[in-house]
């Protein structure tokens, strides 16, 4: 474990200023749309710090403490995560596996599809995606159960969008 994740695991929380909510309003999914709001895929990136350490969900022994994203997500995603850590502390953000990182920059096609994944504007952000599988629903999911609920909604204040609650699964 990094110098980094000793020190929040221990309580030193690393807090930053919290940015203003995004707009709750995002453009229809469709290839045009995301280019008009976002620019063509893969630009505009930067890098998003997290307050804590995150683990990267396939292999758990390795940490990262920032991730690539589009501009327009970095201080929301930043604001959000530093809410969690307020709201949960390290230790319980931990223990739900709300520090374990699945991605979220990644030129891609959606899965079975033709499409461009929102991923390839680096929009998207997958958390626990071994526990809140692509097709995992409301019965199913991890982050459908009450300690989560917190959770869901300090990232819908910043203005993202959870698919389970929105669609019901995902």
């Known amino acids: 474990i990094s110098d980094y994740a000793w020190q929040v695991l221990q309580g030193d929380d690393v807090l930053r200023p919290v940015e203003p909510a995004i707009s709750p309003a995002w453009p229809a999914t469709d290839g045009q749309s995301l280019v008009d709001e976002y620019g063509e895929p893969g630009t505009n990136q930067v890098r998003a710090s997290a307050p804590y350490p995150l683990r990267i969900a396939w292999d758990t022994g390795q940490f990262i403490r920032s991730f690539q ?3 327009a997500i970095k201080g929301p995603a930043e604001g959000a995560m530093n809410e969690v850590l307020q709201a949960y502390g390290a230790e319980r953000v931990n223990d739900l596996g709300l520090d374990l990182f699945g991605g979220c920059f990644n030129h891609r096609k959606v899965r079975g599809g033709k499409r461009l994944s929102t991923h390839s504007w680096g929009i998207a952000i997958d958390w626990d995606p071994a526990n809140n599988p692509l097709r995992a629903n409301h019965t199913t999911a991890r982050f459908a159960a009450d300690q989560y609920a917190d ?7 910043y203005g993202f969008m959870n698919m389970g609650r929105a669609k019901d699964f995902d």
């Open 151 to 157: 959770w869901l909604d300090i990232w819908a204040a």
């Open 69 to 71: 994203c589009h501009e």
